[in-house]
């Protein structure tokens, strides 16, 4: 029976946890870290500066799941808040 190879371009966003990918990189061969440092060096990282505005946004659509008490969700909202606060 012959054998059909098919390539496909699918485009999906996960999140990773930051210890799978502290796992991936201890995994490194010693020449692979020295070049993902240097890419690391020579490229900037793109930040998005966190808005005020989308605290009741976040809050919003905590809310809409109907699984968060609404002590959790005016903690939340106070943490961001302080968060915010604190980084501007």
């Not at 201890?26 to 990282?45: A, C, F, G, M």
């Not at 008490?69 to 968060?83: A, H, R, S, V």
Request: overall charge neutral; proline content about 2%; hydrophobic content about 35%.
């Amino acid at each position: 029976m012959p054998i059909i190879t098919i390539k496909e371009k699918i485009t999906k966003t996960i999140d990773i946890p930051l210890n799978a990918i502290y796992q991936i990189i201890d995994n490194l061969s010693e020449d692979e870290r020295y070049s993902l440092i240097e890419r690391l060096k020579s490229r900037s990282v793109r930040l998005k500066k966190f808005k005020n505005d989308n605290i009741q946004k976040i809050v919003s659509d905590f809310q809409k799941t109907d699984i968060y008490e609404d002590d959790f969700l005016k903690d939340m909202e106070t943490g961001l808040i302080k968060l915010w606060e604190q980084r501007f």
